[in-house]
């Protein structure tokens, strides 16, 4: 069995306005300094081998803050991306509600609303698949995943969680994922 430690990064100046960030790469603020390192330190003892992160800058220095306490280096993965937004990058949610009533709607549906990024069940399977992989890879060792809030979610998705019960994951937060014989079990997560 391999044990995945799948957090979503810390808190972003895009997060705390509430702006879609996707593929944009905003760096982390003091906040998701601090929620890095309390990251950190909740997974200090806990056996870490490897830490994985998406490429993304919010993703990978969020990493890069929990492996330095772990005294580990981080691999980058681009698999581990979060969605692309498309033309709703960079905007709030009221401002996507005005300029793309149609696809706001879609999305609060449950749905895709963007038109020029990715699926979210293309983004889904990106996510589900590299982590198969990174648990085959790593077989039987404890693994620190690093992503976003869309493949965390994902995440749970492929663990047989209802998405549609499930709220948005926070910044910092972590989930405890079992992976064997290529399923995924959820252990726990921060938030119980």
């Known amino acids: 069995m391999t044990t995945l430690f799948v957090a979503r990064h810390g808190q972003t100046e895009w997060n705390r306005e509430h702006r879609w960030q996707g593929w944009s790469d905003p760096p982390l603020n003091r906040t998701g300094r601090e929620q890095a390192a309390q990251l950190a330190e909740l997974l200090a003892g806990r056996g870490i081998d490897v830490v994985v992160s998406s490429d993304l800058r919010r993703a990978a220095e969020t990493a890069e803050i929990a492996a330095a306490r772990l005294g580990l280096s ?7 991306r979060e969605v692309d937004v498309g033309e709703w990058s ?30 979210l069940g ?57 992976v064997r014989d290529g399923r995924m079990r959820r252990i726990k997560s921060t938030r119980g």
Do not use: Q
């Open 74 to 80: 981080v691999a980058l993965d681009a698999r581990l």
């Open 90 to 119: 960079g905007l709030t949610s009221a401002e996507v509600e005005a300029r793309f009533p149609d696809g706001y709607r879609r999305r609060r549906e449950g749905r895709t609303g963007w038109e020029k990024g990715e699926e």
């Open 122 to 178: 293309a983004m889904a399977e990106r996510v589900v698949a590299a982590l198969l992989d990174l648990a085959d890879r790593h077989s039987g060792h404890r693994v620190l995943v690093v992503t976003h809030g869309g493949p965390l979610r994902a995440t749970l998705a492929a663990c047989g969680r209802d998405m549609r019960t499930v709220p948005a994951a926070g910044n910092g937060e972590v989930v405890e994922i079992a």
